[in-house]
């Protein structure tokens, strides 16, 4: 078994060489599994198939979750921090050179590449994603809806909610039909540490909503960006873009925080940053409040959903045994397929300029699902902006 300080350094290396969703996990997977020995290949599977069924980013919650398995709520915090860290530092970095220097040609010009690589990186994540979400009818019918509601400006939680309960009734059946199946043997059922668990974390929880509410003290608009990252967070499931897709909706579309070109910007810098790409919050925060607002911006868009693993880990047994979740997961994801069309014709006309930028978003598209490591695609996308789009 890791010590503490093993367990930190060793999410801090993955954190700073990670790239690209399901390429995280596999990372985490090579070295948690099969080079450290950490976990069983059935614990680490164990914990995957827990993280998609919660909500926020599925690599930074297994990432989470084996630091939970490892050493409770104290191996939970130091493998999220650890795993988010390099990331942060680097968005933080990177956001402060794009607000000072952003306006100099050859940025602006690299920045045109980028945002047409966006276009082709959103698209691959609805290509992806429609793999397990639009399984049948069903999904697509629930997505139809969804993309319906969302174009013609109806309220997201609305839909959202909405998209959860129709996928309970037309993927999980009638009422009758959501029992919990029988329970299954495995050293991880039962009740452990439950109540003191979800004491913890309620008490952390509203210590968290208090800071959020007493942070207008500092900055007028920080307790609306904090309520919208927390919104965010909890309402992703299936990866980061679907949270890139409900950020845009809330930080673009309904409080015009940022113009639809910085928000592509700021997606654009996530891509080339390791680990999640919801760090993009970060870039949001500097942009509202400086490096206060990056802090906090990136605190309320991922400790949520952590405290919200803390309760439910120790009851994943008896969760996943209702059909009802998982129905209710893929209702959501198929709403979040909706939204991130709305997205990718949103970025789409404001990124896809002219024919050059037309042309590399394709060639992006193409590249990515030919499996090409996404920053291979983007160290191209810079090279080609830098000397062809000045």
Known sequence: MATRRNLALTFFLIGLTSYGGPAIVAQIRQVIVLKRRWLSEEEFQESLAFCQTIPGPIAVQTAAHIGWRMYGGLGEALALTAYVLPAFGLMLALSAAYFRFGSVPLVAAVFKGLGAVVVGIVAESILSMTQTALKDWRGLLIASAAAAAFFTRQNTLLVLFGSAAVGALLIGGP??????????????????????????????????????????????????????????NLLAFGGGYTAVALMYQQVVSSHGWLTAKEFIDGLALGQITPGPVIVTATFIGYRLGGVAGAFFATACVFIPSSLLMVVLAPQFERIRRYALVGACVRGLLAAFIAMLFMVLWQVGRASLLDRPTLAMALLALAALRFKVNPVWVILAALAVAAVFFR
């Open 175 to 232: 009422p009758w039909r959501w029992r919990a199946a029988p329970a299954p043997t495995s050293s991880h059922s039962g009740n452990r540490g439950l109540w003191r668990s979800a004491a913890w974390a309620t008490a952390i929880g509203l210590f968290f909503a208090a800071l959020v509410v007493a942070s207008g003290k500092a900055w007028p608009l920080f307790p609306a960006l904090g309520t919208t990252m927390v919104k965010v």
